[in-house]
């Protein structure tokens, strides 16, 4: 083979791997001044696999109250603009959050990304959020063998050569970090792609620990698996909300229709507790409310 030859056929197969991974890695979809103009338009969704809020209940079906918040969101568009809006799943894997997070910052237009995102000054640098939608627990959980943390003071004794698992960026490893800061300054934190297989982890090494939301928790805990909560390391300060990339025109309508009324309705406090159970309910639109 000539070099000649060669050179041109590395720049042809270069060209059209980046095809293929552009093709992969940008979602798109309709933005909103599209949309209002053709009367129709798609909204194309990612989510993150987080038990009763965007989780796989078949092929080619998610279930949760995300869900259930884009397709309220899809009829108020319909009744308020007269815009008819299909969704679209275009995501690649719901089980890592830093792709998760790169398919919406990437996003072009109607991309939304669903799960349990903590609202934070970081990431509103690089995401537009939706309005909060539900509150958030985070919890020191362990294997259910482990002793209980009575306070945050003695962790480091009390949990004397545990080491910690975390999501890799997520707000959860922030709050392990703070508390290797504040209580405990050798404590090892080795992370993982998603919170399923850090909570899988802590369950098979009783040797250590996690910060997660209520929700994987109260998850594991119906089904049966020996973890323990630790009331001490319960924090209580965090918001979630949808993403979306950063700048997108439908940011006003979401506004609009995310409002506090709706989140202190009958229905939705009946959505929450379909998805996320009597306990949920109670706990996380107790903090500070709903809105």
């Not at 809020?53 to 309220?72: E, K, R, Y």
């Not at 982890?201 to 620990?209: E, G, K, L, P, R």
């Amino acid at each position: 083979m000539s070099i000649q030859f060669r050179n041109k056929l590395l720049i042809v197969v270069g060209l059209c791997c980046g095809v293929i991974f552009t093709s992969q890695a940008q979602l798109s979809g309709s933005t909103y001044a599209q949309a209002k103009a053709a009367g129709r338009g798609t909204l194309s969704y990612t989510y993150m696999e987080t038990p009763g809020f965007a989780a796989t209940s078949g092929p080619g079906q998610v279930d949760g109250l995300c869900m259930d918040l884009l397709n309220d969101f899809v009829a108020y568009v319909k009744r308020t603009e007269g815009i008819d809006l299909t969704v679209d799943y275009k995501g690649t894997n719901p089980n890592d959050f830093n792709k998760f997070l790169s398919e919406v910052r990437t996003g072009r237009g109607g991309v939304i990304g669903l799960g349990n995102i903590t609202i934070t000054p970081a990431r509103k640098q690089q995401y537009t959020f939706t309005p909060a939608f539900i509150n958030n627990l985070t919890i020191i959980v362990t294997n259910k063998s482990v002793g209980t943390l009575k306070n945050m003071e003695d962790i480091q004794q009390q949990f004397a050569g545990m080491k910690a698992y975390a999501v890799e960026g997520s707000t959860n490893a922030a709050n392990l970090e703070a508390i290797k800061s504040k209580y405990w300054p050798g404590l090892q934190i080795e992370t993982l792609p998603s919170s399923p297989e850090v909570l899988d982890a802590v369950i098979s090494d009783n040797a250590s620990f996690t910060n997660l939301d209520l929700a994987y928790f109260l998850s594991a805990t119906r089904a049966g698996k020996p973890i323990k909560r630790h009331p001490a390391g319960d924090e209580r300060s965090e918001e979630f909300g949808l993403l979306m990339p950063k700048g997108t025109d439908w940011a006003p309508v979401w506004n609009r229709f995310l409002t506090s009324d709706y989140r202190n309705s009958t229905a939705y406090k009946q959505k929450i507790a379909e998805h996320l159970g009597a306990t949920a309910l109670k706990l996380l639109t107790s903090v500070g409310g709903s809105n």
